[in-house]
């Protein structure tokens, strides 16, 4: 009967195809031109590797459950931990919000019927699996025990780990990151709806601007890297190991001159991403949106110059070390006035407390510790203590899962109802948000402190009078693998069982906003024409808020 | 490490550093603090105060205030600088080894550190040290990158194949702390440690007496370069050798052919030894044969320790001398360590921990 209702009211409703249902064999998904159905297939691959790294944390934490290497030999230790850092920073960081949210939504928030270049867009999917099946394969093989650093002349001589077959997957990755920042590029400066001036563009807009900009400036240094590691490996051509000729500190430097930025890559788009939720969950325009736009352009020049941080200790000269300790300290100043911006934003606002929202003030909370560390090892002096230790491991986890990773599922959860035309559970959002902000916490504050005492990364055996803290920290990670878990059986729910979301449930200004759940294929029916600034919520700007109300009235009494 | 507490925050401070670093780190947590509780307390105070009460309110627009962005970029850039000059002071010391150290020579290999003393004492996975000098060591690897890490000391340097680098402390407090690899090396990396025991003076003294010591560097050296590679057969013979002088060149400028000049350190020599065709002293003819694969990492140790010891004083007596006795005279400087003959040994593990 309800399931009748359901189909009259759906092809009353609905006679338009959406991008979903627009072509339902394999063929009309792999030969896709659609940036959305790209993003789709981007969020099913890239989520496959997210759960492969962190079976991977898993096994870390368990193993460190005792002092002593019992649960994991150290020479799997080795290998568990490699594959846990390159599978989540080149096939889950990288890719998360850019590939998956920004191809979804960039075209969308812009007005435009898809990314500049569609068939490029594709190839890039295709770049990142081919990548991605290499180093899958060499996993099965038996894996690579470098340090996701690649460090030589480990790498390039001592070890006898698939190196090489890892190596090309990554380096094949690389161009799939440069692909889409490339396009994101052309995109943002061609395809813009009229009216849509550079300064009336979405935030999120702005950060991916300046994510692709270090992806097409700092990719291809990787692959350098990569080739030239292959070419001592392989060719014995002497060019990072000593003993044939070579210097290690080179590679240190052409590792991090793209690595550094690439940790921009990983949270500029976060940050996008919080511009957004924070605006528009108070319902209040941001706070110094110019600032918030320069300072993304800001991180991502000066992200090009701070790389000798990392080798403080590594042997460079004391007078580099200075430099690159004084480019830090003003790398910093950017990232404050974010998060100043983004509380001030708060102010006066009428603020709602969804699910994503939560995710938002989460970030705020764990971003600031993320970067405030960051100035602990900016500092030569305390840097030379701390770094190699697990205060670093706590920091970038701070920096990387406590942003990017829940901005990340604030932006999923966000656009969700965009994407799937679905609503999900309100109630298990907050309670697996929630749970993943307690177990983030539980598991990574107390290897600060592991830190401070000079417990060193990437150790498989440690001293026993760290053993309490280290059983907070594998307690924590328990916690935050359920939260994390949670939305994929909620989320997998609504798709099924979930409230039809509508066109704009939050009743938001965004382009995107103001098209179909989920769009069609060709984005808008009509060429939309902008005429109001960025994050104007008043009815004056086409939102119908009396309506709003009307319809929200009228569904409460049906649920 | 000595924490007896459940847990423990913060290691113990062993070295003249320990309290320059807590009190940076203090210094960072007041500041991280005074930044943090401002904004989480704004957020929740927002979050309450302006929490919606009618559905999709229209909330006056707030543009943003220039006033408001210049002082909250100048204030964290302010503080930023404090802290950068804060670290930049600390690791100025920690990377600036005085210059009337203790020199110790260690050897990191995959998975253990080998230690020698000026005095001949070799050590494995240890380190002992007197309390209250500065002691400076100068390290290599044979393989790949290690990192030299005393958590106690607050500072650490990595270890790095083919040169020569640098650490020093001066360790303020007898006991036991912990020696770690903290640069990953591979399969055994987190066996890679073991300890370093600070000494009272006598305490060191006993120890160094009670251990047999083998060949000093310098001995060693002089062995080497007069015997085991006959180094001595171009290097000395007076004005007409064939090979550069080494008198005197230790951290003296060197021109080189084609005019650059350079400071013949540790790494210098280290360099001419092993790649003799990249840096030729200007007057002398590219000659020599590569040492490389030759001559362990130890054994470099040795013949640099011994051409630092040579001094042009001591070669004016005997530079006239035939080749093979020329450098007797400074080897004796080797064992200007204070009193190797102290009261019967005591254990070093009994006595400091």
């Known amino acids: ?559 | 490490m000595q924490n007896t507490s459940w847990i423990p925050l913060f290691p113990e401070q062993a070295s003249t550093f320990a309290w320059q670093v807590d009190l940076l780190y203090a210094y960072l947590i007041v500041v991280s603090v005074a930044f943090t509780i401002p904004i989480v307390a704004a957020v929740f105070f927002f979050a309450l105060k302006y929490r919606a009460t009618e559905k999709y309110a229209t909330p006056d627009e707030i543009h943003g205030s220039m006033v408001l962005e210049v002082v909250w970029s100048i204030i964290p850039f302010v503080i930023s600088m404090t802290i950068f000059l804060g670290g930049a002071v600390i690791y100025y010391q920690q990377f600036t080894p005085p210059a009337d150290s203790m020199d110790i020579y260690v050897v990191g290999k995959q998975w253990m550190w080998k230690v020698q003393h000026e005095t001949g004492q070799r050590e494995i996975n240890e380190l002992h040290v007197p309390v209250g000098r500065n002691i400076k060591l100068t390290m290599t690897t044979e393989d790949v990158l290690h990192d030299f890490d005393i958590p106690a000391f607050r500072t650490k340097a990595d270890v790095v194949p083919g040169r020569y680098t640098y650490m020093w402390f001066n360790a303020t407090k007898p006991g036991k702390y912990h020696l770690f690899c903290a640069e990953y090396c591979g399969l055994n990396h987190s066996g890679m440690g073991g300890w370093v025991y600070v000494m009272e003076q006598r305490d060191f003294d006993n120890w160094l007496s009670g251990n047999v010591s083998g060949q000093t560097p310098v001995e060693a050296g002089k062995d080497l370069f007069e015997n085991k590679l006959g180094c001595a057969s171009c290097h000395s013979g007076g004005p007409t050798q064939r090979g550069a002088k080494l008198e005197g060149i230790f951290n003296n400028d060197v021109k080189l052919v084609g005019g650059d000049v350079v400071k013949a350190d540790d790494n210098y020599i280290r360099n001419s030894i092993l790649n003799p065709a990249s840096q030729i002293v200007e007057g002398y003819q590219p000659i020599m044969p590569t040492f490389k694969g030759q001559v362990t990492e130890e054994q470099l140790n040795s013949l640099v320790s011994y051409i630092k010891s040579l001094t042009p004083n001591a070669t004016t007596g005997t530079a006239m001398a035939p080749a093979a006795n020329a450098m007797a005279a400074p080897a004796a400087n080797a064992n200007n360590v204070p009193a190797a003959n102290k009261p019967a040994a005591k254990s070093l593990a009994n006595s400091s921990k």
């Open chain 1, 1 to 559: 009967m309800q399931t009748q209702e359901a189909i009259v009211q759906g092809l009353a409703a609905e006679p338009k195809l959406n991008y979903l249902t627009n072509g339902w064999t394999i063929k009309s998904w792999l030969l896709t031109k659609d940036h959305k159905r790209i993003a789709i297939m981007y969020l099913i691959s890239v989520s496959v590797f997210f759960f492969m790294g962190g079976l991977y944390a898993g096994a870390i934490r368990l193993e460190l459950l005792t002092p002593a290497s019992d649960l994991l030999e150290s020479g799997t230790y080795n290998k568990v931990f490699t594959q846990h850092g390159i599978l989540m920073i080149f096939f889950f960081l990288i890719p998360s919000i850019p590939a998956i949210l920004g191809n979804f939504l960039l075209p969308l928030m812009i007005g435009a019927k898809d990314l500049a270049l569609p068939r490029i867009n594709l190839l890039s999917l295709y770049i990142y699996w081919a990548g991605g099946a290499l180093v899958l394969f060499a996993l099965m093989q038996g894996g690579i025990d470098t340090g996701w650093t690649f460090y030589a002349p480990y790498s390039t001589t001592f070890s006898n780990t698939y190196v090489m077959l890892v190596g090309l997957g990554i380096f094949i990755n690389g161009f799939s990151s440069i692909l889409t920042g490339l396009n994101f590029i052309v995109t943002i400066h061609t395809m813009r709806a009229p009216g849509m001036t550079w300064f009336r563009l979405p935030l999120f807009v702005w950060a991916h601007y300046a994510t692709s900009l270090v992806m097409i400036l700092g990719t291809p240094v990787i692959a350098i890297t990569i080739l030239l590691l292959a070419l001592e490996r392989v060719g014995k051509i002497g060019i990072f190991d000593p003993s044939i000729g070579g210097d290690p500190i080179l590679f240190q430097h052409l590792f991090w001159f793209y690595s550094h930025p690439a940790v921009y890559i990983m949270i500029l788009p976060g940050m996008g991403v919080i511009s957004e939720l924070i605006s528009n969950f108070s319902r209040k325009k941001i706070f110094g949106y110019e600032f918030i736009a320069f300072s993304s352009i800001a991180i991502a020049v000066f992200g090009f110059l701070v790389w000798g941080h990392h080798m403080f200790i590594s042997g460079q000269s004391m007078y580099a070390g200075l430099v690159f300790s004084f480019l830090t300290m003003v790398v910093a100043v950017p990232s404050a006035i974010k998060v100043f911006n983004w509380t001030a934003t708060l102010y006066k606002g009428s603020i709602t407390f969804d699910t994503p929202m939560l995710y938002a003030l989460g970030f705020l909370g764990l971003f600031l510790i993320g970067g405030l560390t960051g100035l602990f090892l900016g500092a030569m002096g305390l840097t030379v203590h701390l770094t190699d230790t697990y205060f670093i491991v706590a920091h970038f986890h701070y920096v990387m899962v406590g942003g990017q990773v829940i901005a990340y599922l604030g932006g999923i959860h966000y656009w969700w109802p965009k994407m799937t035309g679905k609503m999900y559970s309100e109630f298990w959002g907050k309670i697996s948000a929630m749970l993943i902000f307690v177990g983030f916490n539980l598991t990574f504050f107390p290897q600060f402190i592991l830190g401070y005492l000079g417990m060193p990364r990437r150790y498989a055996s440690y001293p026993e009078e760290l053993q309490v803290l280290n059983i907070f920290s594998t307690a924590g990670a328990s916690v935050l693998g359920v939260g994390l878990l949670m939305p994929v059986v909620y989320l997998g729910h609504s798709l099924i069982f979930g409230k039809a979301a509508g066109d704009n449930p939050w009743m938001l200004p965004g382009l995107e906003w103001r098209t179909a759940s989920p769009p069609p294929t060709e984005n808008f029916e009509k060429m939309p024409v902008v005429t109001w600034e960025a994050y104007e919520f008043g009815e004056e700007n086409g939102l119908d808020l009396e309506g709003a109300r009307k319809r929200d009235a009228e569904a409460i009494p049906t649920t």
